[in-house]
């Protein structure tokens, strides 16, 4: 049998670790996308107005997402429902 070489190990690690970045940066930039809208969805049914964004990060069964940007409003009333406060690790795919 032949055995594999630490190069072909190398480049398969390499190969995996960039695909998981790659979905993790694309994790982060729909999740931001579809709490930007849902906040935009709310101040049309409420009196409120749009304070930027406050940042956390979200562990998924990938790893962590860095920097994940939460949309807030003045009040402070509006909480996306599609970040999950509450989810263990890895939960937010399967609900």
């Known amino acids: 049998m032949k055995q594999p070489n630490k190069f072909n190990s ?3 690690q390499e190969i995996l670790d960039s695909f998981q970045q790659l979905v993790k940066t694309l994790i982060k930039t729909l999740l931001e996308a579809l709490m930007l809208e849902e906040r935009e969805i709310y101040l049309e ?3 409120d107005y749009a304070n930027g964004f406050y940042s ?3 562990l ?3 790893g962590e ?3 994940l940007r939460v949309p807030r409003v003045r009040k402070g009333s ?3 429902v599609i970040r999950n406060y509450h ?3 890895g939960e937010f795919f399967t609900q």
């Open 10 to 12: 190398q480049l398969q």
């Open 45 to 47: 049914e409420t009196e």
């Open 56 to 58: 956390r990060d979200l």
């Open 60 to 62: 998924t069964v990938l």
């Open 65 to 67: 997402v860095k920097g």
């Open 78 to 80: 509006f909480r996306p």
């Open 87 to 89: 989810a263990l690790p």
